[in-house]
């Protein structure tokens, strides 16, 4: 499961449908093996998701694809569809989400053929590959951790199209039906939206909007099967945080990795070197927690948090300098506020003084310790006086908390 607590916003403005959805939250991070794993509990070794990468009209894009391995019921009424959910050993979650989406195309069915929503046969979104879009895009939007989804306007086409009742107008009239309340437009020629895709939109949205704010995470673009000419025949998806929340800063927000790794046969006189190897490669801190293991041998957990890009290198860098034999890794949100240094006169030399600041204000002040220990070394004194002076020299200069923050110095 990835972070929690995450908002997304889905452009539909070039048309929607269940696998464009899919290859879209595919794209922006989610794992095809969590959906895969989502979609055997419905209909076990009846599908398999795959996920190729294509070209829409110059566009990259992820192209969701439902190969069928076992025979199809062309036909599914609604209640046979709840019952198959409901059985299935979901994520709570997912099957609230997979449920809610087949009830609102049920009854936007019922609707339009006039008959009750339990006897409503769904034919083309019955079928196998339409089970696996709806619960795959519920356990993909789960796993990416998104509790809040929001989408734009939705283009749905004109023209005419083929379905098992016969040529009808686009938008057919399920589409029709499903986007009472929404913000739709034609937006070009043919089928743009599909009962599915729109099912997923007005089910699973709050509202019908554009871009809300937000800091932005990851984005995913999913592909249609059409290439259509000056028209990308996709569905973008934007994931993130709110930043409407109070206190929200969207820079200080980061993705990092924690890797850690528990270590009780290796010489105490290495470990230093192994600390200062991993900061020289890349992590943000890393750090010891004493230990009692199995047989009541003293030990070490050694933990690293690096940024995602870095995690490799450090990777390597614990196996390589410890003498573990595993690293466990687990995905975190890092909140950081931003830094700069800014020199200070302190006793005839100079001293860097590290300020944290956020929305422009110092929230804290420190000299950097190896220099002053340099200074110290550099002077013949004590570090402690030489610390004193630098801690001085900061408040000299106004590098206190709440101060406006100095403009023009070095930044991180």
């Given at each position: 499961?990835k972070?929690s607590?995450?908002?997304?916003?889905i452009?539909?403005t070039?048309g929607?449908?269940?696998?464009?959805?899919?290859g879209?939250?595919?794209?922006a991070g989610a794992?095809l093996?969590?959906?895969q794993?989502?979609?055997?509990?419905v209909?076990p070794?009846?599908?398999?998701?795959t996920r190729?990468e294509?070209?829409?009209?110059?566009m990259?894009?992820?192209k969701?694809?439902v190969?069928?391995l076992?025979e199809d019921q062309?036909?599914r009424?609604w209640?046979?569809?709840?019952?198959l959910?409901?059985?299935a050993?979901?994520?709570?979650?997912?099957?609230?989400?997979?449920?809610a989406?087949?009830?609102r195309?049920a009854?936007?069915?019922a609707?339009?053929?006039g008959?009750?929503?339990?006897?409503?046969?769904?034919?083309?979104v019955?079928?196998w590959?339409s089970?696996?879009d709806?619960?795959?895009?519920?356990a993909?939007?789960?796993?990416l951790?998104?509790t809040?989804l929001?989408?734009?306007?939705?283009?749905?086409?004109?023209?005419?199209?083929?379905?098992?009742?016969?040529?009808?107008p686009?938008?057919?009239?399920?589409?029709?039906?499903?986007?009472?309340?929404?913000?739709?437009?034609?937006g070009?020629?043919?089928?743009?939206?599909t009962p599915?895709?729109?099912a997923?939109?007005?089910?699973l949205t709050?509202v019908?909007?554009?871009?809300p704010r937000?800091?932005v995470?990851?984005?995913?673009?999913?592909?249609g099967t059409k290439?259509t000419?000056r028209?990308?025949?996709v569905?973008r998806?934007?994931?993130?945080?709110d930043?409407?929340?109070?206190g929200?800063?969207?820079?200080?927000?980061?993705?990092?990795?924690v890797?850690?790794?528990n270590?009780?046969?290796?010489?105490?006189r290495?470990?230093?070197?192994?600390?200062?190897?991993?900061?020289?490669?890349?992590a943000?801190?890393?750090?010891?927690v004493?230990?009692l293991?199995?047989?009541g041998?003293p030990a070490?957990t050694?933990?690293?948090?690096?940024p995602?890009?870095?995690?490799?290198?450090?990777?390597?860098?614990?196996?390589?300098?410890t003498?573990t034999i595993?690293?466990?890794?687990?995905?975190?949100?890092k909140?950081a506020l931003?830094?700069?240094?800014?020199?200070?006169?302190?006793?005839?030399?100079?001293?860097p003084?590290?300020?944290?600041?956020r929305?422009?204000?110092v929230m804290q002040?420190t000299?950097?310790?190896?220099?002053?220990?340099?200074l110290a070394a550099?002077?013949?004194l004590?570090?402690r006086?030489?610390?004193?002076?630098?801690?001085?020299?900061?408040?000299?200069a106004?590098?206190v908390s709440?101060a406006?923050?100095p403009q023009?110095?070095?930044r991180?």
């Amino acid at each position: 499961m990835k972070a929690s607590g995450r908002v997304a916003w889905i452009d539909a403005t070039s048309g929607i449908a269940g696998d464009m959805l899919l290859g879209a939250l595919l794209d922006a991070g989610a794992s095809l093996d969590v959906a895969q794993a989502a979609v055997d509990a419905v209909a076990p070794s009846s599908v398999r998701l795959t996920r190729t990468e294509v070209v829409r009209c110059g566009m990259r894009a992820v192209k969701a694809g439902v190969e069928v391995l076992a025979e199809d019921q062309p036909h599914r009424t609604w209640r046979t569809i709840r019952g198959l959910l409901s059985s299935a050993e979901l994520a709570a979650p997912v099957r609230a989400a997979a449920l809610a989406v087949f009830e609102r195309l049920a009854r936007a069915e019922a609707r339009v053929h006039g008959v009750p929503a339990d006897e409503v046969h769904f034919h083309e979104v019955g079928a196998w590959d339409s089970i696996a879009d709806v619960v795959g895009v519920c356990a993909a939007l789960h796993d990416l951790g998104v509790t809040r989804l929001t989408a734009g306007a939705v283009a749905v086409g004109s023209g005419r199209v083929r379905t098992a009742h016969g040529e009808i107008p686009v938008p057919v009239p399920a589409v029709l039906e499903l986007a009472a309340g929404r913000e739709i437009f034609g937006g070009g020629s043919g089928e743009l939206a599909t009962p599915t895709g729109m099912a997923l939109v007005t089910a699973l949205t709050e509202v019908s909007a554009g871009l809300p704010r937000m800091c932005v995470e990851a984005s995913g673009v999913g592909a249609g099967t059409k290439d259509t000419p000056r028209r990308p025949n996709v569905v973008r998806v934007v994931v993130g945080t709110d930043a409407r929340e109070p206190g929200h800063h969207c820079a200080d927000i980061a993705q990092a990795v924690v890797l850690e790794a528990n270590v009780d046969d290796l010489d105490p006189r290495v470990w230093p070197g192994v600390l200062a190897s991993l900061l020289a490669a890349g992590a943000s801190d890393a750090w010891l927690v004493p230990i009692l293991m199995k047989k009541g041998r003293p030990a070490h957990t050694l933990r690293v948090l690096a940024p995602t890009e870095r995690a490799g290198a450090v990777r390597e860098l614990v196996l390589r300098e410890t003498s573990t034999i595993g690293v466990r890794e687990s995905e975190v949100l890092k909140t950081a506020l931003q830094r700069m240094w800014v020199p200070v006169p302190v006793l005839g030399g100079t001293v860097p003084v590290k300020v944290a600041h956020r929305g422009g204000l110092v929230m804290q002040a420190t000299p950097e310790f190896d220099d002053v220990a340099a200074l110290a070394a550099e002077l013949a004194l004590p570090v402690r006086t030489v610390l004193d002076a630098a801690v001085a020299g900061a408040v000299a200069a106004g590098l206190v908390s709440g101060a406006t923050v100095p403009q023009g110095q070095t930044r991180q």
